[in-house]
Structures are given as structure tokens and as C-alpha cells.
């Protein structure tokens, strides 16, 4: 009976772990068709390795995380590892809290996680920080105490300026504008926003009124409603800036939708790909151009960490150098750890580019 019992617990147990999370392990190698921004370097260097890597995006579904982990998974497979990504069902902490326990179930070597949530996900962290795996973040962190190192896309206050100075070119220098972001716990969006309102400052954007920002939660159909809440809000909205991925497609459609192209313009950070039509500098395009990284090149750089994490070669500790095999990335590919705002430390991969008509298309065919 107690054999039975024990049985029934662990497959609760299992079951329990699983909700919420959906896992993809593959140790086999998908780079056959490689982008020019692509980096899946194999051998030397010292990034062999045989240990497993997990990776846990914001959420499923969304095509910039799904960009993150195949980035991610290029580098660890290429290099003899094993890699497993976890995609929580909802942009929540409570569902990444299942796919990090689920993670430590399998014994990996590192985890690195897009965080949802700044502190909610410090205790599982913490605990599988005490198993003996390493944990970093990328793209959106984890506070200071739950990590080793952040890989941040690109410097928080030159992603704030770069909005700024958009919104303020866009809109003629005056007028209202608001914020489209993602869920209301996200701790990059609240760090650029934070930002721009410190840009904000200046006596050159005085002319410039923020009615509010907007939460979507990264979901492409809740975000369309905030768009439509931001019109209805105020007739006279000059700008809608959305500083995430899904946000700016769902304002860019409902603008084209309800033909307000040539009256309401958008710009933000979004994926060359999906939003090569809403691009352009005449009315029948809302987004004159935008902003991002290569979120490929973002998880190529988080596993090159990852693995300088498990051989030994960095801790994270500031001012650490190291460099990867793909000369596409950073400066030749040497990068340095430095303090972040947190208390903790960071690599930034590089400042955000520009997307706009005259290389949208290029870019599109890329990711």
C-alpha cells in the first residue's frame, strides 16, 4: 500500500510540475539554415561542454522568445551541450515558477530566464541555485539575489533616449503621446520607461504630455484593447509608443484598421519581420521607424555565457572579460561584465538599431 501510495505522489508530483510549462528537449543540431546574424560557433575557445542548459522564455507563442531560445539553443547544441526550453503557458511568474521547478527536476547544469516578474521568482531561483545550478537572466531580469549575471540586449538609458528622441522627432516636438507596454511587472519595460521619464526631463521634451501608460501583458489580443482604450482615452494622441514586440504589431493593425495611419504614429522596439508593412514615412504607414536588437544574437550571447558559467571561465563578478567565437557579436566578440542599476551585474550585447523604410525589407527576410 505505501509503495503504491509513493507511486501516486510522484506522479502527482510530476504532473503538477509540467502544468503551466511546456518543455522542448532536442540535443540534436538545427543550424542548418544559418541567418548572417546568427553565431553558432562550434569547438576552441574553451565553450566545449556536455552539460544540459535550460532555458525559460516570458511566455509561448511569442515570436521574439521563440527567436531568444533558438538563438540559445544554436550555441549550446553546437558546442556538444544539451538544451531545454521551457515555455511558461502565460506571461506569468507563477507559470515560470513551474517551468524553473520543472527545470530543476531534470537536473540541468544552468538555467537562464526572461523574467516576469523582478522578485516573485527569487525562492525558486534560490533553490536551484542551492542544487548547484548556475542562473542568469537575459533580456528581462531577475532582481540582484537571484541571479549570477544579466544578459541585457542593450544599455538601459540608450534604449530610453533612443524612444524619446523617436516620439519627439515623430510627433513635431509637441502633443500627447502614450505608453503601450507589456505586463505590468516586467522589469524591462518598467526600467525603460523609467528611463524615458527621467529623458523626459529635459527642457527639450517640456512640450510633450504623457497621458499614461498602457498594459497589454504581451498578449497580442489584450494588447489591441489597450490601443483601442488609448483612443478612446484621447481623440487627440499624436504618438503611441510600445516598447515590446507583440504591442507594437496589435497598435499597428488597429491603427491600419481603423485607417488612423496618417494621423496617430507608433514607434517602439518590434521584430523587422512583422512589422515591415506598418513601416514607411507617408500616411498610409502608422510607423515611420522603430527600434530592437537581434533577439537571435541575444540568446547566442546568453548561452556563451551560460557555458562560461558551467566550465568556470566567469563568475559574473564585475569586470570580468571574456570572449566568444562569433566576431559578429559585441565588440569582436569580447565582451566585459559590468555593474548594473540593480546592485548586480550585466553584459549588454550592444546599443538598439534603428529600423525604418530604407532597410526594413533587408532586415524582414532576417527575423
Known amino acids: 500500500m505505501k509503495k503504491i501510495f509513493g507511486l501516486v505522489l510522484c506522479l502527482t508530483m510530476t504532473a503538477s510540475l509540467l502544468a503551466g510549462c511546456s518543455s522542448k528537449t532536442d540535443n540534436t543540431s538545427s543550424n542548418k539554415a544559418k541567418t548572417p546574424t546568427t553565431a553558432a560557433t562550434t569547438g576552441g575557445d574553451g565553450y566545449a561542454t556536455t552539460a544540459t542548459y535550460a532555458i525559460i522564455v516570458k511566455s509561448a507563442g511569442n515570436p521574439y522568445n521563440q527567436k531568444e531560445s533558438e538563438g540559445y539553443k544554436q550555441v549550446i547544441e553546437a558546442n556538444g551541450g544539451k538544451c531545454v526550453i521551457q515555455e511558461p503557458k502565460s506571461a506569468t511568474a507563477e507559470d515560470q515558477i513551474t517551468c524553473i521547478n520543472n527545470a530543476i527536476s531534470q537536473g540541468v547544469d544552468c538555467i537562464a530566464i526572461a523574467a516576469n516578474d523582478t522578485d516573485a521568482l527569487e525562492p525558486a531561483l534560490t533553490e536551484a541555485k542551492n542544487q548547484g545550478i548556475h542562473v542568469l537572466s537575459l533580456d528581462s531580469a531577475t532582481n540582484a539575489n537571484s541571479r549570477k549575471v544579466f544578459v541585457n540586449q542593450a544599455g538601459t538609458t540608450q534604449i530610453a533616449q533612443a524612444l524619446m528622441?523617436?516620439?519627439?522627432?515623430?510627433?513635431?516636438?509637441?502633443?500627447?503621446?502614450?505608453?503601450?507596454?507589456?505586463?505590468?511587472?516586467?522589469?524591462?519595460?518598467?526600467?525603460?520607461?523609467?528611463?524615458?521619464?527621467?529623458?523626459?526631463?529635459?527642457?527639450?521634451?517640456?512640450?510633450?504630455?504623457?497621458?499614461?501608460?498602457?498594459?497589454?501583458?504581451?498578449?497580442?489580443?489584450?494588447?489591441?484593447?489597450?490601443?483601442?482604450?488609448?483612443?478612446?482615452?484621447?481623440?487627440?494622441?499624436?504618438?503611441?509608443?510600445?516598447?515590446?514586440?507583440?504591442?507594437?504589431m496589435a497598435a499597428a493593425k488597429v491603427l491600419q484598421d481603423k485607417g488612423l495611419s496618417g494621423k496617430v504614429k507608433l514607434t517602439g522596439l518590434g521584430l523587422p519581420s512583422e512589422m515591415a508593412d506598418y513601416i514607411g514615412d507617408d500616411d498610409q504607414h502608422s510607423c515611420p521607424y522603430m527600434f530592437l536588437w537581434n533577439p537571435i544574437q541575444l540568446g547566442n550571447l546568453a548561452a556563451y555565457a551560460s557555458i562560461s558559467l558551467v566550465n568556470g571561465t566567469i563568475t559574473g563578478a564585475a569586470d570580468q572579460s571574456f570572449t566568444v567565437p562569433d566576431k559578429t557579436l559585441g565588440d569582436n566578440g569580447s565582451y566585459k561584465i559590468t555593474a548594473a542599476a540593480d546592485g548586480g551585474t550585466e553584459i549588454i550585447l550592444g546599443a538598439p538599431f534603428k529600423f525604418e523604410p530604407s532597410n526594413i525589407a533587408e532586415w524582414a527576410k532576417v527575423y
Not at 167 to 192: E, R
Not at 194 to 214: A, F, R
Not at 228 to 246: F, G, H, Q, R, Y
Request: net charge negative.
Open 165 to 248: 528622441d523617436a516620439i519627439l522627432d515623430i510627433s513635431g516636438g509637441s502633443g500627447d503621446w502614450a505608453v503601450l507596454s507589456a505586463a505590468s511587472t516586467a522589469t524591462n519595460q518598467n526600467a525603460w520607461i523609467d528611463g524615458m521619464k527621467t529623458v523626459m526631463q529635459d527642457s527639450k521634451y517640456s512640450k510633450l504630455n504623457l497621458i499614461g501608460v498602457y498594459y497589454g501583458d504581451d498578449e497580442y489580443q489584450a494588447s489591441c484593447d489597450q490601443t483601442e482604450a488609448i483612443l478612446a482615452a484621447d481623440p487627440n494622441i499624436k504618438v503611441i509608443c510600445a516598447p515590446t514586440t507583440v504591442g507594437i
